[in-house]
């Protein structure tokens, strides 16, 4: 127990210290080739306009009833071969360097740990969406932003581009580093990896359009499922981060103007605004806790999409807002981790 406890903690040090290192290899790429393939054997080769949003002409209107059925069984069975390919390679691994010797175990353990978290890569990417926009250059703001977003990034002007990298670190917060973390501390970094996995799966099927609809339901709706309660948690991690930086000023007293009150009362009126049953809540809060508003309409594709707001429109997004929230997420993922490790330590004295 004391050495799954160091590994855990040494792995999310490890994150923080260093993300994702573009030279070395990372399972969620090989998640994802492993997506890839199994899309391309159950669902065939892409053909152009299958990304496109999925309507009532484009969709139902064409697959008939047996259709529908056979892209969803397929769906379910790309989840089970994922899931199973991931537990069974990571258990190998994990259990095989334990069974070499104690320290190989955690040497692995950690290195599984600072993997499965993203805390360190998403504060890097999005800030390249901050110097860019520092710098004036907004062509490369788009750009470094659309490395980390959806939707379609041409059209946004500073704020806009500003708001879209916010709303990825409020977002990502939960499913990139508070969930997963907790996966890992419920079930050790097996458990971490099948968060990732489905995650992934999510990232990559879990789409409403054409194709997807159907075929990546299974994926959506099991993302869905387990990011319900670490989105909610994620959440008031925030809200209590939003306290320890306006208390500490850690990062100094003008970085440290958080309203925590807002944060809670925008998360409760605001969180249930969002299309997704979880990605509102992180986002709500963060949007209280800046005084920003975020959310809105968006274009995908080319096409408007109409989305309420989250938070009051008390000024505009700076920036400075993106530093702010990355500094929020690192509150947050220090809480998580430190509460992570104490319940460790009280089920080992009392398990």
Excluded at 37 to 59: I, P, R, T, V
Excluded at 97 to 103: F, L
């Amino acid at each position: 127990m004391t050495l799954h406890m160091l590994a855990f903690v040494s792995g999310f040090l490890l994150d923080c210290l260093f993300g994702d290192p573009y030279w070395m290899p990372h399972p969620v790429r090989f998640m994802g080739n492993l997506i890839s393939f199994l899309d391309k054997k159950l669902m065939g080769e892409k053909h152009k306009g299958e990304e496109k949003k999925a309507d009532a002409k484009n969709s139902t209107g064409i697959k008939d009833d047996a259709t529908i059925r056979s892209e969803r069984r397929k769906g379910i069975l790309l989840v089970i071969c994922v899931l199973a390919a991931t537990a069974i390679v990571s258990g190998i691994i994990f259990c095989g360097a334990y069974a070499i010797h104690p320290i190989a175990g955690f040497v692995v353990e950690a290195i599984m740990t600072y993997q499965i978290l993203a805390a360190r890569c998403l504060q890097k990417e999005s800030t390249k969406v901050y110097t860019a926009l520092k710098k004036n250059d907004l062509p490369g703001a788009r750009y470094a932003v659309s490395m980390i977003v959806g939707r379609d990034t041409n059209v946004l002007d500073e704020a806009g581009v500003a708001r879209a990298a916010v709303e990825t670190v409020a977002e990502s917060t939960s499913d990139g580093v508070i969930a997963p973390m907790l996966y890992t501390a419920l079930g050790g970094p097996v458990f971490g990896m099948i968060y990732k996995a489905v995650n992934t799966m999510d990232s990559m099927v879990g789409y409403k359009s054409s194709r997807y609809l159907y075929f990546g339901r299974a994926a959506a709706k099991l993302d869905d499922v387990i990011n319900w309660v670490p989105a909610r948690i994620s959440a008031l991690l925030l809200i209590a981060g939003s306290v320890f930086l306006s208390v500490t000023k850690i990062f100094g007293k003008e970085k440290a103007v958080y309203n925590t009150k807002d944060a809670w009362h925008i998360w409760r009126r605001d969180a249930k605004k969002h299309a997704s049953p979880n990605a509102g809540h992180t986002e709500a809060a963060c949007a209280g806790a800046l005084g920003i508003r975020l959310a809105g309409d968006t274009i995908y594709g080319s096409k408007v999409i109409k989305k309420p707001y989250i938070g009051d429109d008390k000024r505009a997004v700076l920036p400075e807002d993106i530093c702010r929230c990355n500094y929020l997420m690192y509150a947050a993922a220090v809480l998580g981790e430190v509460i992570c490790v104490v319940l460790m330590i009280l089920l080992k004295f009392t398990g």
